[in-house]
């Protein structure tokens, strides 16, 4: 990312000044009572008189708590950019946590477990939600994830060719927050047929220092929020249908 290169070589340069100005600072046992430093205006600590300080003079070339100043200058640049990685390795880790999910998740619809385990329900809104479940599993035994399974929101819809597969949009980018159809959308994978699922979920964001902004909701509950997204598609398995019709 153009924003972490920058604030690395930013605190890179810091660093090295900082280590330039360790060779040319005034030793720490010296104080100086002129701003030009000449030499006949140096002296050592234990010579300088009460009223020499007094008058301001030490107080301007002095040395000590050089470090904490030091400190000062590169701390926000450093810590910045340690929160920058921290985002963006976390982000990641989440997005591949949510990618197995899906992988395990849709491999019951391709197996057409799925299909068959809710022949019965033909209402769109109650099987996202038995699929959310085979996500996240029951209230009583939740998976274990890094992300807030019940946010999930999934898309399941068939396409004719792989080619023409294209995922849908799961934020509106003028409003900031949900398109309004995602996770309505819900079409039942007959034996042979390729099915397209997309799932999306909020992740929080720590950090957002140094140019560094994964935010994707800027409106509604989940705001400030990036999105964890992903894709599959497949062909289902020719599984048998007995009893009631899978679909």
């Known amino acids: 990312m153009p924003s972490l290169q920058s604030a690395f070589f930013q605190t890179l340069f810091f660093s ?34 009460h009223s020499e300080c007094a008058a301001g003079g030490i107080f301007i070339t002095d040395c000590r ?19 920058a990685i921290l985002q963006v390795a976390f982000q990641i880790w989440a997005a591949q946590n949510f990618e197995r999910a899906l992988q ?20 769109a809104a109650t099987l996202l939600s038995l699929l959310k479940t085979t ?11 890094v992300f807030n399974c019940r946010n999930v929101k999934f898309d399941v819809s068939t396409v004719n ?16 927050t949900w398109t309004s159809s995602f996770g309505t959308n819900y ?22 220092l140094l140019g560094l902004d994964t935010r994707q909701f800027t409106s509604g509950a989940e705001n400030g929020f990036s999105l964890l997204t992903s894709t599959a598609v497949f062909r289902t398995e020719p599984y048998q249908m007995t009893g009631a019709a899978a679909c």
């Open 104 to 123: 395990n998740t849709v491999r019951t619809i391709f197996t057409g477990q799925f299909q068959l385990a809710n022949a019965s329900q033909t209402d």
């Open 161 to 176: 060719s792989f080619a023409g597969a294209t995922p849908p949009k799961p934020i509106n980018t003028s409003s900031g």
């Open 187 to 208: 079409a039942c994978a007959k034996p042979g047929t390729i099915v397209m699922v997309t799932a999306a979920v909020p992740f929080p964001t720590f950090f957002n």
């Open 65 to 83: 708590g050089s470090v904490a100043v030091e400190f000062a200058i590169v701390a926000m640049p450093f810590l910045g950019l340690v929160g």
């Open 16 to 49: 090295r000044l900082l280590l330039i100005g360790k060779f040319i600072k005034q030793p720490a046992n010296f104080v100086c009572l002129s701003v030009d430093r000449q030499p006949d205006q140096c002296r050592t600590r234990s010579s300088v008189k």
């Open 135 to 145: 996500m996240c599993g029951p209230t009583t035994a939740t998976t274990p994830v």
